[in-house]
Structures are given as C-alpha cells and as structure tokens.
C-alpha cells in the first residue's frame, strides 16, 4: 500500500472524494451515528466505504448480568485488547479520510479500536488523515486524547474529532447506562425512569450527525481544511 498524502487546497476540487467509515459498534449506538454521518457524506457527493470490525470472540449486548457489567469495566478500564478478524481488502484501498468510530470503554477506546491500531495501525495510518467519532455515555475526553495519541503515534494526522454523548443527565446517565449493559430496564422503572427515559442517542442527535456529516463532507470536496470545522456541538456535551 502507498501512502496517500493529506489533502490540501491545491489539490483539484472536481475530483470524487472517498471516505471509509472504518467502526466498531457494541451496542448499535456507533453505527447509528455512522449511518446519519454517511448521509450528509453522500449529500455532498463523498463516496462512501463502510468496514465494520469484528471480533473473534462475540461479545453480547447487554451482558446479563451485575457481575459480568463490572467485570467488564475493570478489564476496560485496564485498556484490555480484544481481538479482532482479519479486516476487508477494501480497508487498504486509498481514501481521502478514514473516520475512525467506536464508543468509550471506561474512559478508553474500545478493545477492538485498540487491537486494530496495534496490528494494524502504521500500516493502515502513516500519512492518512484520520477523523475519530467517538460515541460515549459522556466522559470522552480522555478517550479523545489517549486516541488521538495512538494515532498520531502510527504518522496519522488527526485535524479533528466528532463526539456525541448520551444525552440523559447525570447521575442518571451512568446508573441507567450500567443497568442497561447489565441487562435491565431502568427506563421502565417508576424511580429511575423519570429522569433516565432511553438508551443511547437521541433521535435530534441523529439529526445533527446528518448535518456534521454533510459540513466535512463540503469540506472534503472543496478542498478545505477539516481542523477550522465545529464539530463538537452543544448536543454532544457532557
């Protein structure tokens, strides 16, 4: 594979932008993300790969059980690697940006982000310009910059990032997104229900990841840079 160099203004602006949508989802909140994100990509005339990393061991969503949910945040919290399968071809093809997605384990990348840029990442990255979504219950940051570290690292340029977090508020969050992975139904409960209604994203994030998609999708294709671009809006906050 050759190294594609980051595009710049001087490039021509007729030509058809490619971006791979390069994820991991565990429990289909990325990918919803993602599938708006494309959607404002492709109004803007992006080409679009999608390549979903998966894991040799399943891992199930939710896990079943109290247990199961804090024996998986220590082992996250340890940035433990799980492996993943042998990528796609199509994830070695020349792109002008690979969005790298997943949601925040315990304040880190996922263990399959993190395998991936272990095998694979200065072979994957050097010299590619790489857009991190992250999809979290609402502390990414250090999610953002122990990645953005990773990535540069591999001789990845990493201009921005998107985030979107859960948009319950907390304490509510935290307690109905580990109940949830547990395998509960706190939005069906009389207490807890009141203030934590849904799991995930809501429907007016969705909305806006059209609409981020759409703002780096016109920037790709005038050959603009992705770094003066606001992509951590107010719905995303924390």
């Not at 919290?77 to 994830?91: F, H, M, Q, S, Y």
């Not at 201009?159 to 069906?188: C, D, M, Q, Y």
Request: charge should be positive; aromatic fraction near 8%.
């Amino acid at each position: 594979m050759t190294d594609k160099p980051a595009h710049t203004s001087s490039e021509p602006t007729g030509r058809k932008r490619r971006a791979l949508l390069l994820y991991y989802s565990f429990s289909g909140q990325t990918s919803g993300l993602l599938n708006h994100i494309a959607c404002g990509l492709k109004k803007e005339g992006v080409e679009i790969n999608f390549i979903r990393l998966r894991t040799v061991r399943p891992l199930r969503f939710p896990v079943g059980s109290i247990f199961a949910t804090f024996k998986m945040m220590l082992v996250t919290a340890l940035r433990r690697r799980v492996t993943i399968k042998e990528p796609e071809p199509d994830l070695w093809a020349d792109y002008d940006l690979i969005m790298l997605a997943g949601p925040t384990w315990s304040y880190n990348p996922s263990g399959p982000i993190l395998d991936l840029i272990d095998r694979y990442g200065p072979r994957l990255l050097k010299g590619r310009t790489v857009l991190p979504v992250i999809s979290c219950r609402g502390y990414w940051r250090l999610h953002w910059l122990g990645l953005k570290k990773l990535l540069v690292k591999c001789g990845a340029k990493v201009p921005n990032r998107i985030v979107f977090s859960h948009p319950s508020p907390e304490p509510w969050r935290t307690l109905g997104v580990f109940l949830k992975i547990a395998g509960k139904a706190p939005e069906r409960s009389k207490l807890l229900g009141r203030y934590y209604q849904r799991y995930g994203h809501s429907r007016q994030q969705l909305l806006e990841a059209e609409k981020l998609g759409a703002a780096v999708g016109a920037a790709l294709r005038k050959g603009e840079s992705l770094a003066a671009l606001e992509l951590l809006t107010p719905i995303a906050l924390p």
